[in-house]
């Protein structure tokens, strides 16, 4: 439990109407409800786990909050970062997410860091909060969250989401197990596909930025039993909830100083190699492709590497799917091989990465072709507005 100094702190005479139903509650109460107006919550992110957390922490009472997000809102937010709107795309998020904060309680003091958290700034962000909440959607800035969460003894209220499947526990809190403690090493980079690659479900952040805000209340409160300790699992295909045990490793490196952790999770080294991998691919940009399609369609293969749901989605008129998946087993290989009967070899996918991807395998088994910079993406954007930009 956190211990503010509660002396000064009092309800308003709208605060009491508008707290009423936690006042009743015998764990909240009044002395309960000033906890909350006097305590301090940072948010690093105002995405898919931000925006409920920081809905429910508004209208809880909290009485300041910090969000940490340089990030500006675009239409394909609005599924599932239900904080902003369409008014707001295109502007930032933290001002959007600042204005939906006191439509719903002008009470809350707001403060905005529009900046990305780093090694540099991050143990002054933290500095003047009680609970740091993570809600963001990499491992480098976990990490990093983690660790100055460690430094500045922090609490740790934690969340993820990929496709159907969320987790959520609470870090570096009365003893407990941090980061560290479930992650030792981080992945390697691109192991884990982004939610931009992966999908999301809309609704399966509501729920995990849900328990975040619980927990956040729960460690501000001091009532109840936290996360701290217990990776919670959620299965929403399935609507199903598991929970593991986490310990302390008691051999689990000391952190005495934040470090590089885009190098800490090979992210430099990765994008080297990919770069060295796209020097030896040969380009064209979509307006390129385009003017080869048109003067010379029948000399030219045109392989689509995407996921089959996405080729129903938008497909580029006469592409051939193979997906990516298939070729890095290898039976897509002898599809591409079967398919090529002396024409060129021309490949993309939704952004360009796949498909370069793909071409560096079928490289090794000596089929040569050119990679679409910007794939479908691009051509939506720069060819054909009637294909969907998804």
Same mark, same amino acid.
């Given at each position: 439990? #956190?211990? %503010?100094?509660?002396?000064?702190?009092?309800?308003?005479?709208?605060?009491?109407?508008?707290?009423?139903?936690?006042?009743?509650?015998?764990?909240?109460?009044?002395?309960?409800?000033?906890?909350?107006?006097?305590?301090?919550?940072?948010?690093?992110?105002?995405?898919?786990? @931000?925006?409920?957390?920081?809905?429910?922490?508004?209208?809880?009472?909290? !009485?300041?909050? @910090?969000?940490?997000?340089?990030?500006?809102?675009?239409?394909?937010?609005?599924?599932?970062?239900?904080?902003?709107?369409?008014?707001?795309?295109?502007?930032?998020?933290?001002?959007?997410?600042?204005?939906?904060?006191?439509?719903?309680?002008?009470?809350?003091?707001? /403060?905005?860091?529009?900046?990305?958290?780093?090694?540099?700034? &991050?143990?002054?962000?933290?500095?003047?909060? /009680?609970?740091?909440?993570?809600? =963001?959607?990499?491992? %480098?800035?976990?990490?990093?969250?983690?660790?100055?969460?460690?430094? =500045?003894?922090?609490?740790?209220?934690?969340?993820?989401?990929?496709?159907?499947?969320?987790?959520? =526990?609470?870090?570096?809190?009365?003893?407990?197990?941090?980061? $560290?403690?479930?992650?030792?090493?981080?992945? %390697?980079?691109?192991?884990?596909?982004?939610?931009?690659?992966? !999908?999301? #479900?809309?609704?399966?952040?509501?729920?995990?930025?849900?328990?975040?805000?619980?927990?956040?209340?729960?460690?501000?409160?001091?009532?109840? *039993?936290? #996360?701290?300790? $217990?990776?919670?699992?959620?299965?929403?295909?399935?609507?199903?909830? $598991?929970?593991?045990?986490?310990?302390?490793?008691? +051999?689990?490196?000391?952190?005495?100083?934040?470090?590089?952790?885009?190098?800490?999770?090979?992210?430099?080294?990765?994008? &080297?190699?990919?770069?060295?991998?796209?020097?030896?691919?040969?380009?064209? *940009?979509?307006?390129?492709?385009?003017?080869?399609?048109?003067?010379?369609?029948?000399?030219?293969?045109?392989?689509?590497?995407?996921?089959?749901?996405?080729?129903?989605?938008?497909?580029?008129?006469?592409?051939?799917?193979?997906? #990516?998946?298939?070729?890095?087993? !290898?039976?897509?290989?002898?599809?591409?091989?079967?398919?090529? =009967?002396?024409?060129?070899? +021309?490949?993309?996918?939704?952004? @360009?990465?796949?498909?370069?991807?793909?071409?560096?395998?079928?490289?090794?088994?000596?089929?040569?072709? *050119?990679?679409?910079?910007? @794939?479908?993406?691009?051509?939506?954007?720069?060819?054909?507005?009637?294909?969907?930009?998804?």
């Amino acid at each position: 439990m #956190l211990n %503010p100094d509660l002396a000064g702190i009092q309800l308003i005479k709208d605060e009491y109407e508008r707290y009423s139903r936690h006042l009743i509650l015998p764990e909240v109460g009044l002395d309960g409800q000033k906890r909350l107006k006097a305590a301090n919550v940072l948010c690093i992110g105002t995405g898919g786990l @931000g925006s409920p957390l920081l809905l429910y922490l508004a209208a809880a009472g909290i !009485g300041r909050i @910090g969000i940490v997000d340089f990030d500006i809102v675009d239409s394909s937010n609005l599924q599932r970062q239900v904080i902003h709107g369409t008014s707001w795309v295109g502007k930032p998020k933290i001002q959007s997410a600042k204005n939906r904060i006191l439509e719903i309680n002008p009470h809350c003091q707001v /403060d905005l860091y529009q900046t990305r958290i780093s090694s540099e700034n &991050a143990l002054d962000l933290l500095g003047g909060y /009680d609970v740091i909440v993570d809600g =963001t959607d990499n491992f %480098p800035t976990r990490y990093l969250v983690n660790d100055a969460c460690v430094l =500045t003894h922090k609490p740790n209220v934690y969340g993820s989401i990929f496709r159907f499947e969320g987790q959520a =526990t609470v870090f570096n809190y009365q003893d407990g197990p941090n980061y $560290r403690d479930l992650y030792p090493e981080p992945p %390697p980079p691109g192991m884990v596909p982004s939610c931009a690659e992966g !999908g999301v #479900l809309g609704v399966l952040p509501g729920v995990i930025g849900t328990i975040q805000a619980t927990e956040t209340i729960k460690i501000i409160l001091g009532q109840g *039993t936290t #996360l701290s300790g $217990r990776l919670l699992l959620y299965d929403a295909l399935n609507m199903k909830f $598991r929970e593991l045990r986490l310990r302390p490793n008691p +051999i689990r490196p000391v952190i005495q100083t934040l470090i590089d952790y885009e190098e800490f999770c090979g992210i430099p080294q990765a994008k &080297a190699i990919e770069a060295r991998q796209q020097m030896e691919i040969p380009e064209m *940009t979509v307006t390129e492709l385009k003017r080869v399609l048109d003067t010379d369609g029948d000399g030219v293969l045109l392989l689509d590497v995407r996921n089959p749901n996405e080729y129903e989605i938008a497909r580029i008129p006469g592409s051939v799917l193979v997906p #990516l998946p298939d070729i890095e087993q !290898g039976n897509g290989v002898e599809t591409v091989k079967n398919l090529l =009967t002396g024409q060129r070899l +021309i490949v993309h996918c939704k952004m @360009g990465v796949r498909s370069a991807k793909a071409l560096a395998v079928l490289k090794q088994f000596g089929i040569d072709g *050119t990679n679409v910079k910007g @794939g479908i993406s691009a051509w939506s954007q720069e060819v054909d507005s009637s294909v969907p930009l998804y």
